[in-house]
C-alpha cells in the first residue's frame, strides 16, 4: 500500500426526508442567506424547492433562487452565478441537483467574495485560498460531487476540471426517494459514472493493496446489482439508496487510497462532451471505458488488473492456461451490462465520427505537449487508438 492522504470533510446527512432539516442543517453552518441553484425545472415542478425554502424560512435563513444550469456547466454560467450571490449578499450556495449544478456552484463559490472568474481559476491563473458555504441536496447518483475534490467546467469546447479539497461542500442530504423520477437514461448513466469514478481508479499499477480492492470490487458489484433492480423499479429505495451512497464514496478519495496511478478515461470523455454538451457524461463513459480496455489488453499491459477485474467484479470463470479469454471476458461483460442498461456502443451513436477523433486528441494531450500517467501512458498516439477503438 503506497503512502497516501485522504480527506472528506463533507457531511452527509442521509436518509428520507432529509431535504426538509435545510434550514436546521445550513444554521449548524453559520448560514445568513442562501442562493438555492438547481438546473432545468423539474425540482420546481416536484415542488422539492418549495420544501427547501419552506425549511430556510423555519430556520429565519433568507434566501434567493437562480435556476438553468445546464447539463455539462458552463464557466459563464458559473461566474454569473458568483456575481449573483454577490448581488445579492448570499453566504452560502445550495446545489439542488447532481453533478452539474454542484460543479458550477462549487467554483462560483470561489469568486462571490473575490469577484474572480471561475474560468481563471480552472486555468490555474489564479488559485484559491478560500471560498463561501456550499451545500448539496442531491437529486441523482453518479458524479459523486457531493463529497468530491474536482469540478469540471466548459468554456468554448473546451471541458476542464480543478482539483482542490477546498471543492469539498461542507455538508451533502441525500435522499434516496429523490431519485425516484429520474428517467431511466439518466439513472443508466448515472450508474456508469460510479462505476467509473471506481474502476479507474482500481487499474492501478501496484497490486499490494488488498482492502482497497476488496472494497472497491464490493463496490462495484454492489452498484452494478442496484443498477439492474433501479431501472427494472425505479422507486426500490434500497437500490437508489445503493446507488447514492455508493456515488459519493466512489469519488471521495477512498477508493484511490494506497493506490498508484490509474486509468483516466475521464480525461477521454471531456473531450467527446466538450465537443458536444448535448452528450452525457455517463454516455460518453460508456463508449470510452471498453475501448480503454480493449487498448490495454491489446499491448499486453495491466494482465493481472484485467484478469482480477473480470473475475472478481463481473464474475468471468479464470482460465489460468489462456488468461486472455479471461481478460476478453470481462471486457465483453463490462460492454454487456452497459447494453443492458440501454448506453450507447460507438461514437457515431453519440454524434461523433472518425473525423472528430484529430481534434479531440489534440484537446486532450494540450497538442501532444502532455500525456497521461498510467500503466501505459497515454499520449496523442494513444489517445487515437482508443478514440479509434470506439468507432
Known sequence: ????????????????????????????????????????????????????????????????????????????????????????????????????????????????????????????????????????????????????????????????????????????????????????????????????????RYMCTNEDNALTDELAEGLCRAVIDAGRRAMRAPEDYEARATLMLAGSLSHNGLMGAGRECGLWAHKLEHEMSGLDPRIAHGAGLAVVWPAYLRFFANHGAAGARLLRYAVKIWGAEPDFEHPERTINAGIERTRAYFDELGMPRTLRELGLGEEDIPLMCVKCTDNGAKSYPGILPIGIKEAEEIFRLCL
Open 1 to 200: 500500500m503506497r503512502d497516501f492522504e485522504l480527506c472528506t470533510p463533507t457531511k452527509l446527512y442521509f436518509g428520507r426526508g432529509r431535504e426538509a432539516e435545510t434550514g436546521k442543517i445550513a444554521s449548524a453552518f453559520g448560514a445568513k442567506k442562501a442562493l438555492i441553484c438547481y438546473g432545468g425545472g423539474s425540482a420546481v415542478r416536484s415542488g422539492l424547492i418549495d420544501r427547501i425554502k419552506a425549511s430556510l424560512d423555519s430556520a429565519g435563513i433568507a434566501h434567493a433562487e437562480l435556476g438553468g444550469v445546464q447539463a455539462n456547466p458552463s464557466a459563464e454560467f458559473s461566474g454569473y452565478t458568483a456575481r449573483f450571490a454577490r448581488e445579492n449578499g448570499c453566504d452560502l450556495l445550495l446545489a439542488v441537483g447532481g453533478g452539474s449544478v454542484i460543479d458550477s456552484v462549487k467554483m462560483a463559490a470561489y469568486c462571490v467574495e473575490t469577484g474572480w472568474e471561475p474560468w481563471d481559476i480552472t486555468t490555474h491563473k489564479v488559485t484559491p485560498t478560500g471560498r463561501v458555504r456550499v451545500g448539496v441536496i442531491l437529486t441523482i447518483a453518479a458524479t459523486g460531487s457531493e463529497m468530491s475534490n474536482s469540478a469540471v467546467l466548459t468554456n468554448n469546447s473546451l471541458k476542464r476540471g480543478f482539483s482542490s479539497d477546498l471543492n469539498r461542500p461542507d455538508f451533502a442530504i441525500l435522499d434516496p426517494e429523490l431519485s425516484f423520477t429520474l428517467p431511466a437514461y439518466q439513472t443508466a448513466c448515472g450508474v456508469v459514472d460510479i462505476l467509473m469514478h471506481t474502476m479507474e
